[in-house]
């Protein structure tokens, strides 16, 4: 049984940071993208960062510059290091592991993390 578990959220003051913890049962390397999401109010679920099985990644334009996703395989965790943080970046953040057998996609999905930037 496969689990993600994200940590790490909470209050927090505009332009402050946060490192939010996605934890897996199984070894994250083993994924082929593990993906940040966040979802705030009345808003669709948006991909802010992926990271790949050989490590590339990509960000949304929304966020570029400002958080950083990485693994750490031997702890089997992807982090999300989010600075210059804004009102706006208030959300649910959730984590999701994608793998491909075949033409098959498993998905997998954290319970997700408040974040909440406020002064």
């Known amino acids: 049984q496969v689990q993600l578990v994200e940590s790490g959220g909470g209050l927090v003051q505009p332009g402050g940071s946060l490192r939010l913890p996605c934890a897996a049962s199984?070894?994250?390397?083993?994924?082929?993208?593990v993906g940040w999401y966040r979802q705030a109010p009345g808003k669709q679920r948006e991909l802010l960062a992926a990271?790949?099985?050989?490590?590339?990644?990509n960000y949304a334009d929304s966020v570029k510059g400002r958080f950083t996703i990485s693994r750490d395989n031997a702890e089997n965790t992807v982090y999300l290091q989010m600075n210059s943080l804004k009102r706006e970046d208030t959300a649910v953040y959730y984590c999701k592991a994608d793998l491909w057998s075949g033409p098959l996609q498993h998905e997998y999905w954290g319970q997700g993390t408040q974040v909440t930037v406020s002064s």
């Open positions: 199984v070894r994250m390397s083993s994924f082929d993208v």
């Open positions: 990271i790949t099985r050989p490590g590339g990644t």
